[in-house]
């Protein structure tokens, strides 16, 4: 079976750190595009972070810029988003995803053909 399996969110206070993990099973990562989207309740679901095939490249949404790291492990086959100085506005359903073999355009939920289930983070002030 194909599919990717978040874990990792929780509840925490601001300023705390997480680190959101992405199984995938029957797809190998390191051949396609890996992003990481959220969506907070009453909000469209908004692209955070990718990371090409090569983990050459990877790209941030500016509101978590210097604060999110992506990465991946090939070895795994398991991708991480690092969250640190968590901020109440990042509250929201995070979502891992994969698909598409060229870089561009990475914040198009469109590219991206397999989803995990999700996994909330909830940051309180």
């Known amino acids: 079976q194909v599919q990717l399996v978040e874990s990792g969110g929780g509840l925490v206070q601001a300023g705390d750190s997480l680190r959101l993990s992405c199984a995938a099973s029957?797809?190998?990562?390191?051949?396609?595009?890996m992003g990481w989207f959220r969506q907070a309740p009453g909000k469209e679901r908004e692209f955070v972070a990718a990371?090409?095939?090569?983990?050459?490249?990877?790209y941030y949404a500016d509101s978590v810029k210097g604060r999110f790291t992506i990465s991946r492990d090939n070895a795994k086959n398991t991708g991480y988003l690092q969250m640190n100085s968590l901020k109440p506005a990042d509250t929201a359903v995070y979502y891992c995803a994969s698909g598409g073999r060229v870089w561009l355009p990475v914040t198009a939920p469109g590219r991206y053909d397999l989803w995990g289930q999700g996994t909330q983070v909830t940051v309180s002030s």
């Open positions: 990371i090409s095939s090569s983990a050459g490249n990877s």
């Open positions: 029957g797809r190998t990562l390191s051949r396609y595009t």
